[in-house]
C-alpha cells in the first residue's frame, strides 16, 4: 500500500490538483487520501484511470510503500 510521507506536508497535495474535503480526505478527481493515515486510495467506478497524480507525488519523494 502507498502513503504520504509522514514529514511531508498535506498542503503540499494541493500543487498536484487535491484538495481538502470533509476535514479528513484529501481527493482529486481519482484518488483519496486520509488526513490521519495517510495511505492513498484509488476511485473507480469501473473505468479506466489516469494515475499521473500519483507518479508526480512518487517522483518527487513524497509517497512511500507501507505493509498494510
Known amino acids: 500500500m502507498l502513503k504520504i510521507k509522514d514529514n511531508?506536508?498535506?498542503k503540499?497535495?494541493?500543487k498536484?490538483?487535491?484538495r481538502y474535503i470533509w476535514?479528513?480526505?484529501?481527493?482529486?478527481d481519482k484518488f483519496r487520501?486520509?488526513?490521519?493515515t495517510?495511505?492513498?486510495r484509488i476511485i473507480t467506478n469501473g473505468s479506466p484511470y489516469n494515475i499521473d497524480?500519483?507518479?508526480?507525488?512518487i517522483k518527487t519523494d513524497?509517497?512511500?510503500k507501507v505493509e498494510e
Open 8 to 10: 511531508v506536508d498535506l
Open 12 to 14: 503540499e497535495l494541493e
Open 16 to 18: 498536484f490538483g487535491f
Open 23 to 28: 476535514g479528513t480526505t484529501w481527493v482529486n
Open 33 to 36: 487520501i486520509n488526513n490521519n
Open 38 to 40: 495517510r495511505k492513498i
Open 53 to 57: 497524480a500519483i507518479y508526480d507525488l
Open 62 to 64: 513524497m509517497v512511500e
